[in-house]
């Protein structure tokens, strides 16, 4: 059983399209996570969702918008999609907000920008 | 600005010996460390984490040091078997703001030789 499971694996568009990246965790988590890691292998936060709070990493452009439809799942909604938004993405979950709770991460989405 | 930085991009070492990965931090508000390994393909899986307040924390075969005044952290594993091969993550945790999320290095990848 997948604890953190993000569809689609990979994700191939073009310049300017509008797209989705579903997440899901069935850890019975509270909070969840969106990372980006970039073509220098960094791995840095965007959101953070705990509660219907959501604590937005300030380097993210508004183009980026997650939603949770519920407390198990959080979707990356991505408009007019930029060369620059190519990258690997991991959605993650932990337990509380606390930073001694470990997180969980999905395998990644992989989005190439054509 | 890399608030954590991993100098080593690779380590190579023989199966049964000591493998030490090496992690330096900049913010001094870091109050948890973490590392985390990942397989290609994958996301990254936790492994084992200090809080700032401790010296040391073993778990079997993994061991990590923190030394604040020099701002290092380390995970020892002993003894280093083929499966360790992977991309390690140290990722460090300021809880008082921001994403709350995790600041990772940009990791090192292991290479256990028979």
């Known amino acids: 059983d997948t604890a953190v499971s993000q569809t689609p694996k990979y994700l191939v568009t073009q310049m300017g399209n509008d797209k989705s990246i579903k997440c899901e965790q069935n850890?019975?988590?509270?909070?969840m996570y969106w990372y980006k890691q970039d073509s220098k292998k960094f791995l840095k936060i965007m959101f953070s969702?705990?509660?219907?709070?959501?604590?937005i990493n300030e380097t993210v452009p508004n183009r980026f918008s997650p939603k949770s439809p519920d407390k198990a799942h959080l979707n990356l909604h991505i408009n007019s999609l930029e060369l620059g938004d190519s990258a690997v993405y991991f959605c993650?979950?932990?337990?509380?907000?606390?930073?001694?709770?470990?997180?969980?991460f999905g395998d990644g989405t992989r989005l190439s920008i054509l | 600005d890399q608030q954590v930085k991993q100098n080593s991009p690779s380590l190579s070492v023989q199966e049964g010996r000591i493998s030490i990965l090496n992690c330096d931090y900049t913010?001094?508000?870091?109050?948890?460390f973490l590392w985390y390994k990942k397989y290609p393909a994958e996301g990254p899986t936790f492994l084992i984490s200090?809080?700032?307040?401790?010296d040391k924390n073993e778990d079997g075969r993994f061991t990590v040091f923190l030394n604040k005044s020099a701002k290092h952290l380390s995970l020892h594993i002993v003894p280093s078997q083929p499966g360790d091969s992977a991309v390690y993550f140290c990722?460090?945790?300021?809880?008082?703001?921001?994403?709350?999320?995790?600041?990772f290095g940009k990791g090192t990848h292991l290479i256990i030789q028979p």
């Open positions: 993650a979950s932990s337990q509380g907000h606390l930073s001694n709770q470990p997180q969980h």
């Open positions: 850890l019975g988590h509270d909070t």
């Open positions: 969702y705990n509660n219907k709070e959501l604590i």
């Open positions: 913010n001094s508000m870091f109050d948890y």
């Open positions: 200090i809080s700032s307040i401790k």
């Open positions: 990722a460090d945790v300021y809880s008082g703001g921001g994403a709350d999320g995790l600041t």
